[in-house]
């Protein structure tokens, strides 16, 4: 049945966001889509509500992860950007203290 199908592949997919496995998130999104559409060809006497709540849920909290994946490379892309540019970026250490990173500022020195 495709529920437990999907449900196993949305199980497979959360452990690879958890891992920032890009390879395998690809690799799953051929076979979410025909799983999906499976799911949507079944009539609705054979569809248990209990097990597409729990599709539901497992789906939302995969595409939560996934906005956050992604909002946290853009970040990461912004401030390597900015970091070619020339800018300084904020970043910290292991003992979680701020530090500095980016090109010192360099002053000309005038001689008479």
Excluded: C, F
């Excluded at 799953?28 to 054979?46: G, S, T, V």
């Excluded at 497992?58 to 909002?71: F, P, Q, T, V, Y």
């Amino acid at each position: 049945m495709p529920t437990a199908e999907l449900d196993a592949l949305l199980d497979r997919e959360r452990r690879a966001l958890r891992a920032g496995d890009v390879a395998a998130l690809a690799a799953l999104a051929d076979d979410k889509a025909r799983l999906a559409e499976a799911l949507a060809d079944l009539p609705p006497d054979r569809m248990d509500s209990a097990a597409l709540g729990r599709l539901r849920a497992a789906a939302r909290h995969n595409d939560r992860m996934l906005a956050a994946a992604l909002s946290g490379l853009r970040t990461a892309r912004a401030k390597l950007d900015a970091a070619r540019r020339g800018g300084v970026m904020e970043t910290y250490d292991q003992g979680g203290r701020r530090q500095t990173i980016g090109a010192a500022i360099r002053q000309v020195e005038r001689k008479a």
